[in-house]
C-alpha cells in the first residue's frame, strides 16, 4: 500500500499550489481520502477530504473557499488545488485514506498514511 504525495514548494502569499496524492496497492475506488497539514512545532490537523465516489468533500473553515480536494479514478490520484495561499499554510502535508465515511476521516480514522510534501508559503 502506498500514497505518494508531491507537489509541494515553495511560493509567494497569494500564490497557487496543486498537490497530487498517487495511491497503490489499493482498491482506490472503496477509500475516501484526505488531506491533513503540520505546521512546525504543531499538531497534524485536517484539511479536506473526498468521499470515495467524489460526489462529496469536506473542509476546514481555515481553507474552505481556497483550497479545493478533486479525484481522478482512473489516475488513482487525489489533488489539492491551493488558492490564495497564506504564510500560515505553511506546513507539511499528508494524504491519508478511510475505509470510512469522510467525516471519520475528519476525525482521524485512517486506514493509510502517506509520506508527506513540505509547503512553505513566504510573506
Known amino acids: 500500500v502506498q500514497l505518494q504525495a508531491s507537489g509541494g514548494g515553495l511560493v509567494q502569499t497569494g500564490g497557487s499550489l496543486r498537490l497530487s496524492c498517487v495511491a497503490s496497492g489499493f482498491t482506490f475506488d472503496d477509500y475516501a481520502i484526505g488531506w491533513f497539514r503540520q505546521a512546525p512545532g504543531k499538531e497534524r490537523d485536517f484539511v479536506s477530504a473526498?468521499?470515495?465516489?467524489?460526489?462529496?468533500?469536506i473542509s476546514a473553515d481555515s481553507v474552505r473557499g481556497r483550497f479545493t480536494i478533486s479525484r481522478d479514478v482512473a489516475k488513482k490520484t487525489v489533488y489539492l488545488q491551493m488558492n490564495s495561499l497564506k504564510p500560515e499554510d505553511t506546513a507539511v502535508y499528508y494524504c491519508?485514506?478511510?475505509?470510512?465515511?469522510?467525516?471519520?476521516?475528519?476525525?482521524?480514522?485512517?486506514?493509510?498514511w502517506g509520506k508527506g510534501t513540505l509547503v512553505t508559503v513566504s510573506s
Open positions: 473526498i468521499t470515495s465516489s467524489g460526489s462529496s468533500t
Open positions: 491519508a485514506a478511510s475505509y470510512g465515511s469522510t467525516t471519520g476521516l475528519m476525525k482521524g480514522v485512517v486506514g493509510y
